[in-house]
């Protein structure tokens, strides 16, 4: 086989994973039998390129002497078995692999959101249950730390750790590729949830006037639209433009944090003591001012277990309790925290959206994902302090776009611009539009059609670009911050504890370091380079841990490439006890 290999190519082959194989020149190598164990991997049946090379990887694992047993499942059954509160393996409701595109919720590493011990669900999102206690204190050092050198020093131990033991496999770090309408101007970054999300009220159509209309695609409906529950793109892409947080970053390209609903902050030197200044004059949808009772409301409630948040265990670990602010004037609330925290400015600030008091503290807990701030279907009549009554089709923010509620046969949410916007704005865009789309194919066909404007990179179109035509797609690339990543739980008794590795067996002592030696056996199965190559066009770097590969505080000294090298492979998992 000669030529250059397309995503379409390895798809019109007899499989996926063996086509993969095929023109990426790996070799073939008999099974080593009989199957050590059992690892049942879920396939997230949405996204075209990542259904290929997470097969690919397991038919790599098989080849260890793995027995592997894969499903596509669409993405709701791999949300629900990772959610459990136990870490349950497959066979008992829960889950032992999949795969995921991943990145901390601000663009500063925060690893202690996604990989402390403290942070299992349901108020967490450490889904892979990693404690590992040095993991944990290199995290621990790293959000605590004031100095830029302990800060550096800390996360510099933490990529150490992660680099000896890989908790999961880092597979690829992205690169996004977005097509819009060649007449769209001012659509200057890719989604990034929840901090970037479609900004149309920066984009200008041009040579339209009047009530410009424009519409971005975003592949899975939403389960829910309230920004405290938010998980993914799906829901922040739509979410988004109708809220704010108190910061938020300028621009993609220079990744800045700046005042948005707080105007200014002062610090005390030892990091805890923080006094936010909120700006003034600004409205909520309905017409009523923005307060610091709102800011507290918000905290309050994310704080709350009752309510869920996927914020709570975060907002807890850094605030503490409820004690640890209050409203010190209409429009100033006072933090006092009990030991530094770089989650405060870098996650709770810049991620957590505010939401309007006067229009949300009736709701109990058990009403909010079926409401219509949620769902936007129907109406929610919001009283004012002035006697107004606002009718609500969808969630109320401070934002820039005004939800005009959800229409079904489209799968289209709808919105229009907000006129008492706080911040002034260039586009020219009136009414905004996002649908639901699926598939990269059906999505570029909308692009051509004129259809849609642009779309969310979870299209994964890289791999296509020979197909579109300057005249009716632009092709935009983005440095993504993510990174791809096959999930591992560490509750499962053979990569996970040890404990029934023949290592684990025969010295329980030493069954965390058999689990690590059969990661590492995996490890060095993973195709990296031919995954980029073959499967994703080239758009990415080989991965090793989960901090973002262009951002400042990646070690490229420490971090070399993992090899593809079986037997490699195969010595560390006669280190945990298999023999051949």
Not at 8 to 28: F, H, M, Q, T, Y
Not at 228 to 255: H, Q, T
Not at 301 to 315: E, R
Request: proline letters at 7%; a neutral charge.
């Amino acid at each position: 086989m000669s030529g250059k290999s397309t995503r379409r190519d390895v798809l019109k082959w007899s499989g996926a994973g063996a086509a993969a194989l095929a023109a990426g020149g790996i070799p073939e190598a008999a099974l080593a039998k009989p199957p050590f164990f059992k690892l049942y991997l879920m396939i997230f049946n949405n996204l075209q390129s990542r259904m290929i090379w997470t097969d690919l990887i397991g038919k790599q694992f098989a080849r260890l002497g793995i027995d592997i047993v894969s499903s596509y499942q669409p993405p709701s059954v791999v949300i629900a078995r990772r959610a459990n509160d136990s870490g349950k393996t497959h066979v008992d409701g829960g889950w032992d692999m999949y795969s995921e595109r991943i990145y901390y919720s601000g663009l500063v590493p925060l690893p202690e959101t996604l990989f402390h011990s403290k942070n299992f669900p349901p108020n967490g999102q450490n889904y892979y249950r990693i404690a590992d206690k040095q993991i944990d204190e290199a995290i621990e050092k790293y959000s605590r730390a004031v100095s830029p050198a302990d800060r550096k020093a800390a996360i510099t131990a933490f990529m150490k750790r992660w680099y000896e033991i890989e908790p999961l496999h880092v597979v690829f770090y992205p690169e996004e590729v977005i097509i819009t309408n060649p007449k769209l101007k001012g659509m200057e970054s890719t989604t990034y949830n929840p901090v970037f999300y479609p900004r149309p009220e920066n984009w200008t159509i041009e040579g339209a006037t009047g009530d410009v209309t424009a519409t971005f695609a975003s592949w899975q409906p939403p389960s829910q639209l309230i920004p405290m529950y938010g998980s993914g793109y799906n829901e922040a892409n739509i979410f988004g433009p109708v809220y704010n947080a108190l910061f938020e970053y300028d621009s993609w390209a220079n990744k800045k944090l700046v005042p948005a609903l707080a105007e200014s902050v002062a610090i005390s030197e030892d990091g805890k003591a923080w006094v936010l200044t909120l700006r003034k004059g600004v409205k909520w949808h309905s017409g009523e001012e923005f307060t610091a009772e709102d800011v507290k409301f918000t905290w309050d409630t994310v704080i709350d277990k009752t309510y869920a948040s996927v914020f709570q265990s975060p907002l807890a670990t850094v605030l503490g309790s409820k004690d640890a602010y209050k409203v010190t004037g209409t429009h100033e609330i006072t933090v006092t925290l009990r030991e530094p925290n770089v989650m405060f400015r870098d996650f709770i600030l810049p991620v957590i959206a505010i939401m309007p008091k006067h229009a949300y503290q009736g709701l109990k807990p058990e009403e909010l994902r079926g409401h219509v701030i949620s769902t936007w279907l129907g109406t929610f009549p919001v009283k004012t302090s002035d006697g107004k009554t606002f009718e609500a089709k969808g969630g109320i923010g401070t934002g820039p776009w005004i939800p005009q509620g959800f229409d079904p046969a489209r799968k289209a949410y709808k919105y229009i611009k907000n006129e008492n916007y706080w911040k002034t704005t260039e586009g020219n865009v009136k009414t905004f539009y996002v649908v639901n789309i699926q598939g990269a194919d059906a999505v570029l066909s909308a692009i051509k059609a004129g259809s849609i404007d642009a779309h969310d990179p979870m299209y994964d179109v890289g791999g296509l670009l020979e197909t579109i035509d300057p005249s009716w797609g632009t092709v935009n690339r983005f440095d993504s911050f993510k990174w791809m990543q096959t999930c591992l739980n560490m509750n499962h008794p053979v990569f996970g504890t040890g404990v029934e590795t023949p290592l684990g067996k025969q010295d329980p002592s030493r069954a965390a370091e058999a689990a690590a030696y059969v990661r590492k056996a995996m490890s060095h199965m993973i195709p990296r380079e031919q995954i980029i190559k073959n499967v994703v066009a080239g758009f990415g770097k080989p991965g090793t841990v989960p901090i973002p590969f262009t951002s400042e505080d990646y070690d490229h000294d420490l971090l070399k490439p993992i090899a593809y090298d079986m037997t490699l492979a195969k010595q560390y998992m006669e280190k945990a006890g298999y023999k051949y």
